[in-house]
């Protein structure tokens, strides 16, 4: 099955490149118009699965314990080999997370994904050639299983936040995220957890040492009760929390959750207007 599921992946690889390549020449001339591409994009975004509400996916974590693996732009863009700012391409990264949105057999753990939406008003030029260079093969990414929502760590209310507290409320957390990054674990947001141990990583490239610290995770998480793992280690996280709730380890992949708190309680500025750095 695996073999398989690798074959599919090179050939779905080496498709792409060729597909980008011409992409990229018609984007250069400018063909198609603004109005073909936004045609096109109302027709691909229709095609991609159906994805959980935040509600829905924040009542799995806290009441039936799942764990989520998130998928954003940057996961998929390393799916299709391709370099973000925070982690070098990596073919073996990209493998795991394929397997992971095509995978069945983990009931444990929800797949976060983000889908285009259209109607929040006018893309940018970055968003519109993403999306027509990328739509069709991010949909071969995906099966008929149930997806949930990525976005839980990024778009939230109040009350939704606060529910997602529950999740940690009263338990003992390993904290994994990179070293001085600006993924704060002494944040208000955790104040109500009951004993934490923090597990560092690079801040960026963190794939290059995920051996290394899921074992020291798995090492950590023997010597407590209940544990509950919260990464922030980039697109290496989605792996970690899939991999973990296989062993029966709850794990959240929530990257950017304490940034959603200051936004929504203290109006801070979006993650990407901010420092890589805590001070």
């Not at 095609?47 to 009542?59: G, V």
């Not at 990596?90 to 285009?116: D, H, T």
Request: with cysteine; hydrophobic share 40%.
């Amino acid at each position: 099955m695996k073999l398989k599921l690798y074959y599919l992946f090179i050939v779905n690889l080496i498709f792409y490149s060729l597909e980008r390549f011409f992409f990229k020449i018609r984007w250069i001339f400018n063909y198609p118009s603004d109005e073909k591409v936004m045609d096109s994009l109302h027709y691909y975004a229709k095609l991609y699965p159906k994805m959980e509400s935040i509600e829905d996916t924040i009542e799995e974590i806290v009441n039936n314990r799942k764990s989520i693996s998130r998928f954003g732009d940057g996961e998929y863009s390393l799916v299709l080999y391709r370099n973000i700012s925070f982690q070098t391409k990596s073919l073996s990264l990209a493998f795991r997370m394929f397997e992971i949105l095509k995978e069945k057999s983990n009931p444990n753990c929800l797949v976060g994904i983000i889908v285009p939406v259209l109607n929040q008003g006018p893309l940018g030029q970055y968003s519109l050639r993403y999306l027509y260079e990328n739509n069709i093969h991010i949909l071969r990414m995906f099966t008929n299983k149930k997806y949930y929502s990525a976005r839980i760590s990024r778009e939230m209310t109040k009350e939704s936040v606060v529910k997602l507290q529950n999740a940690w409320l009263n338990r003992n957390v390993i904290f994994v995220s990179g070293k001085n990054s600006r993924f704060d674990v002494n944040h208000k947001i955790f104040d109500g957890v009951k004993a934490k141990v923090s597990i560092w990583t690079l801040p960026v490239n963190a794939w290059s040492e995920y051996q290394k610290v899921l074992n020291e995770v798995i090492s950590e998480s023997k010597k407590i009760d209940d544990p509950l793992v919260i990464c922030s280690i980039g697109p290496t996280a989605t792996v970690m929390a899939y991999d973990l709730s296989s062993i029966g380890i709850q794990c959240l992949d929530l990257g950017h959750i304490t940034n959603c708190y200051d936004r929504v309680f203290e109006n801070a500025a979006k993650p990407e207007d901010l420092s890589l750095e805590i001070k």
